[in-house]
């Protein structure tokens, strides 16, 4: 499996809270340092420059962008970031090289789940929780788009966004393709939210929803894997769920862990609302398997 930079380190931050300022060639350079960077971590200035499609004196100011002295200063932070990406896979590579057993996969693909979930928490800051929650609650109207795996996560916050908030829920890509989800996004203003769901292998109907979102002046939230997402550039607040995955493209795993917890804390902020769900569930009790 190919090593990425986790959106968790520090080098990863700082490439995405500038990513949306930098430069076309800057852009190159900061998406080959995210998919390729222990073949970056081994380069001098000169063949970086070179496999990014950039001159050294871009590379230079690149670097400087993002706050670092020099090249040198930079491909140390990277050594950095590749030394705390490393997870041990020694479980996983000898079951693998020996017997493969069912068994075997079942214990990587939940210890991988684990290890996505942990870097979502460590992910997760306040200051851009209490972002989401703000206009999340301030939204006149919430449409939510997502589609393959994200689908089912954008299926999810439907449901229990809708439960909880005054807000009109529209699950835009529910049913009807890209052209339901485009009608339902023409009329979208800057009272609106359009949370848009999105993993490896990213939609292109959800990047391009998100982007005429945000043309149209709506609030734009991302809940994406990673600072390499096409999402990022767009989205006002990015929310970070890993979706590594040894054997498949990704997992939604950390994804729906994430969209629970934007429930939770949204049904935190609405305890008349909470306390209105309490009341219709005791009335439907006897509809209840018990």
């Known amino acids: 499996m190919s090593q990425v930079l986790k959106p968790t380190t520090d080098l990863a931050h700082r490439?995405?809270?500038?990513?949306?300022s930098l430069s076309e060639a800057h852009r190159r350079a900061a998406d080959f340092v995210l998919q390729n960077p222990l073949e970056?971590?081994?380069?001098?200035?000169?063949?970086?420059?070179?496999?990014?499609?950039?001159?050294?004196?871009?590379?230079?100011?690149?670097?400087?962008?993002?706050?670092?002295?020099?090249?040198?200063?930079f491909r140390a932070a990277l050594s950095e970031a590749l030394r705390l990406a490393m997870a041990p896979v020694d479980s996983f590579a000898d079951a693998h090289s020996t017997k493969s057993s069912a068994?075997?996969?079942?214990?990587?693909?939940?210890?991988?789940?684990?290890?996505?979930?942990?870097?979502?928490l460590a992910a997760v800051d306040e200051e851009t929780c209490t972002r989401a929650m703000d206009v999340l609650l301030r939204a006149r109207r919430i449409f939510i788009v997502g589609s393959g795996a994200s689908h089912h996560v954008a299926a999810h916050l439907d449901e229990g966004l809708t439960l909880y908030l005054d807000a009109n829920v529209i699950f835009a890509s529910s049913r009807g393709g890209a052209e339901k989800a485009v009608?339902?996004?023409?009329?979208?203003?800057?009272?609106?939210?359009?949370?848009?769901?999105?993993l490896p292998r990213y939609s292109r109907g959800t990047v391009d929803l998100a982007k005429l979102a945000k043309n149209r002046g709506a609030t734009v939230m991302a809940l994406t894997d990673g600072p390499s997402s096409p999402?990022?550039?767009?989205?006002?607040?990015?929310?970070?769920?890993?979706?590594?995955?040894?054997?498949?493209p990704n997992s939604p795993t950390a994804a729906f862990a994430?969209?629970?917890?934007?429930?939770?804390?949204?049904?935190?902020?609405?305890?008349?609302?909470?306390?209105a769900l309490k009341e219709l569930s005791e009335n439907l009790l006897w509809t209840f398997y018990q």
């Open 183 to 198: 009608r339902h996004l023409m009329n979208v203003g800057e009272d609106d939210l359009v949370l848009a769901i999105s």
């Open 103 to 120: 068994f075997a996969t079942f214990v990587t693909a939940l210890k991988d789940q684990a290890a996505n979930l942990d870097e979502t």
């Open 40 to 73: 970056t971590a081994t380069m001098t200035i000169e063949g970086f420059a070179e496999r990014s499609g950039a001159s050294t004196a871009t590379v230079t100011r690149f670097v400087r962008a993002l706050n670092y002295a020099g090249y040198s200063e």
């Open 258 to 275: 994430l969209a629970d917890a934007i429930v939770a804390a949204v049904a935190r902020e609405r305890p008349d609302a909470v306390e």
């Open 231 to 248: 999402l990022v550039p767009i989205a006002d607040i990015t929310l970070f769920a890993p979706a590594r995955n040894r054997l498949l």
């Open 15 to 20: 490439i995405a809270v500038v990513y949306a």
